[in-house]
């Protein structure tokens, strides 16, 4: 069974059809981002707070429970989340952020 899974951008529900991912304010993931994320919140407990209001997170999100990423490395820039130890890899950052200029707002389309 496939676990709810939230955009580490806005926090919007990511949907899986087929191989392709999508958040739902309407940007694309790449498949190979959209598994890694599924494999990164299928290691973690399920979140039992609600999701966090849909919007651009300042940073980057936990796909999981939605809280912001902190750094746990000083060398490299290495995330995870504070609420329920999801850790994300260094490569679904940094595409992360090389998206993010990319993405819609939420807030725009409501």
């Known amino acids: 069974m496939t676990r709810m899974m939230y955009?580490?951008?806005c926090a919007a529900e990511v949907r899986?059809?087929?191989m392709n991912f999508g958040c739902a304010s309407g940007r694309s993931?790449?498949?190979r981002l959209g598994y890694s994320?599924?494999?990164a919140v299928?290691?973690?407990a399920p979140s039992a707070q609600p999701p966090r209001e849909v919007e651009l997170s300042?940073?980057?999100s936990c796909p999981n429970c939605t809280v912001e990423l902190e750094e746990y490395d000083e060398r490299v820039r290495r995330l995870e989340c504070p609420a329920c130890g999801l850790r994300m890899s260094t490569e679904d950052q940094l595409e992360l952020m090389e998206d993010k200029p990319h993405h819609p707002?939420?807030?725009e389309d409501a």
């Open 42 to 44: 299928q290691l973690v």
């Open 7 to 9: 955009c580490p951008i």
């Open 16 to 18: 899986q059809n087929s």
């Open 29 to 31: 993931l790449s498949a």
């Open 58 to 60: 300042p940073y980057l």
């Open 37 to 39: 994320l599924q494999r």
């Open 105 to 107: 707002d939420p807030k």
